[in-house]
């Protein structure tokens, strides 16, 4: 009888020395022994499964699959703002003016469902339907007296804040979500081009050429280094020219014998060779009263 014609095959332990997954069929005696290539129906056959590498082609007998195995949930939320938002946009409530009661009642038939399979899951749910079930009841009691001219407080006015304040971030997120990413909606193309022989320079303008200039200055500035010169001075020479600007000339200021664009050094000795011209009795230094102007002038010699 061919091999597709039998039914109910039996699943039995495989030899230690034997691959595990060996089937054992009835009245065929030992598979180690039977013909593989009296079997092309078989393997022309789709595995349902591979058993360490072996193919499969009929579930066990004695497979059993717990009920809760897999679960499959058609509406997944992020958290209870998430549910409440759910179901007053599906029933169309106005978020401003809450029904409380119809919403109450279909928040805790989700949180009924979630608890029995999932209880730390639920213990977030739960929170905020004991803040639900608060909010009803607040809204059952008389309102609190408030000053004239002012309305009372709505006990449902923090959460429709919150309610709001959540739509706003989850539609920011959806159109963030949107937006093209990288290795998730399109992939960065990476082509190879084969470059020519001839090196290329880059071009260089104007402003990278001013720019390295001024770099270079700066560098200068840095390792510049201060000289300094040593002038000679005569003193006697300053005497000599000192005496020439006299001669001829009955009185000068004594301010007319310094020359300030020659320096300080040079004003200097011509000071000193005035001071030896006068030890010398060479010249007059003379002044008529004090905070008068000083003149200068050659010494008298008689005849």
Not at 6 to 21: E, G, I, M, S, V
Not at 45 to 66: N, T
Request: proline share 7%; charged share 25%; net charge negative.
């Amino acid at each position: 009888m061919p091999l597709k014609s039998r039914k109910n095959p039996t699943f039995t332990r495989p030899h230690p020395n034997k691959p595990l997954a060996t089937v054992a069929l009835d009245g065929l005696g030992d598979p180690s022994t039977a013909d593989l290539a009296g079997m092309p129906e078989v393997i022309d056959q789709v595995a349902l499964a591979r058993l360490y590498g072996e193919p499969l082609f009929a579930l066990p007998q004695d497979l059993y699959i717990p009920p809760d195995a897999l679960e499959v949930f058609l509406e997944a939320f992020e958290g209870p703002l998430d549910l409440l938002l759910y179901l007053i946009r599906k029933q169309n409530f106005n978020i401003l003016d809450i029904p409380m009661a119809g919403l109450t009642r279909q928040y805790l038939t989700y949180v009924e469902e979630i608890r029995g399979r999932n209880l730390e899951l639920a213990a977030e749910y739960l929170l905020m339907a004991a803040m639900l079930i608060e909010i009803k009841s607040r809204m059952l009691l008389p309102p609190k007296k408030v000053a004239e001219g002012q309305e009372a407080e709505d006990p449902r006015a923090e959460l429709v804040r919150r309610l709001l304040e959540y739509e706003r971030i989850k539609l920011a997120a959806a159109r963030l979500n949107a937006v093209p990413q990288l290795g998730r909606d399109f992939l960065t193309v990476q082509v190879y081009v084969e470059q020519s022989l001839q090196l290329r320079f880059p071009e260089v303008n104007v402003a990278d050429l001013e720019q390295a200039w001024r770099d270079i200055l700066q560098r200068a500035k840095l390792v510049q280094h201060h000289k300094i010169t040593r002038e000679e001075l005569s003193v006697r020479e300053h005497m000599s020219l000192v005496l020439k600007k006299l001669q001829g000339r009955r009185f000068v200021e004594f301010e007319e014998l310094f020359d300030a664009g020659n320096g300080p050094s040079v004003l200097v000795v011509t000071f000193i060779a005035l001071l030896e011209l006068a030890k010398e009795t060479l010249i007059e230094i003379t002044q008529a009263e004090a905070f008068a102007p000083i003149y200068v002038r050659l010494a008298y010699s008689p005849a």
